[in-house]
């Protein structure tokens, strides 16, 4: 297993790599190089709380849920969702309780639908959008991934809550952790992207979970359908 660890907030530091399982790659690049993208318009556009979602969703030639099959879902001591344990095999993603899985709701921050993982307090409570935890599930092993996270808003009146980190899993299809990703989020928009180090087209899936007070919504995943093009 390979890990990135995150340098604390108070080092104020960026990511420092243990092992080159994953680099770190501009999202704009990865829109130039990658075919496909999630972006979550194929559900009408409502205004938040916006579309509850019970069961997994598909887009494209990916599956997106609250978890891969085989994990488990804690929530005791925090408002935000943990993963634990390791996926199972074949790899499947699985839904959350019902009101606690995923809403699509359009997002003034992308000005376009994103997807708001649900937690403990469920769908329609605002304090549920955003504090649980997504696992997405790609058809093909992928090179590269890309995506958009929106974390909290800022505040009009200069009294901003300060901001979590994200953590983002990567895994094979064969359930092994490549790497762990941990972040911190600046507000708004955070464009994140990877590839792997060794150009292997080996990431089946990835989990995101984080710890933003005010929750987070993912938009415009990106990733490749075409093999030849890696």
């Keep these: 297993m390979f890990f990135s660890l995150a340098l604390s907030g108070a080092l ?93 709701a359009y997002h003034r921050g992308f000005g376009s639908n ?10 329609p409570a605002l304090s549920a959008r955003g504090e649980g935890a997504l696992a997405i599930l790609f058809d093909q092993d992928q090179r590269a991934i890309g995506l958009r996270i929106h974390s909290d808003y800022a505040a009009p009146l200069g009294q901003a809550r300060p901001q979590g980190s994200v953590t983002l899993s990567f895994y094979t299809r064969q359930g092994r952790l490549i790497a762990r990703h941990v972040q911190k989020l600046g507000r708004a928009i955070n464009e994140i992207g990877f590839e792997r180090s060794n150009d292997l087209p080996d990431i089946a899936a990835v989990t995101v979970t984080n710890t933003d007070p005010g929750g987070i919504a993912l938009d415009d995943i990106l990733y490749q359908t075409a093999p030849a093009a890696f």
């Design 12 to 104: 104020g530091a960026g990511p420092v790599w243990a092992e080159a399982a994953l680099r770190p790659v501009p999202y704009a690049h990865l829109q130039h190089d990658l075919d496909a993208v999630v972006t979550f318009e194929t559900l009408p556009r409502r205004a938040e709380p916006g579309i509850n979602l019970d069961a997994p969703m598909r887009e494209g030639r990916v599956w997106l849920g609250e978890r891969l099959s085989g994990q488990t879902v804690a929530t005791e001591n925090t408002a935000h969702d943990v993963l634990a344990g390791q996926p199972a095999v074949p790899l499947a993603v699985a839904p959350g309780a019902p009101g606690a899985n995923l809403s699509v």
């Design 114 to 123: 994103a997807v708001f993982p649900l937690g403990r307090d469920v769908f």
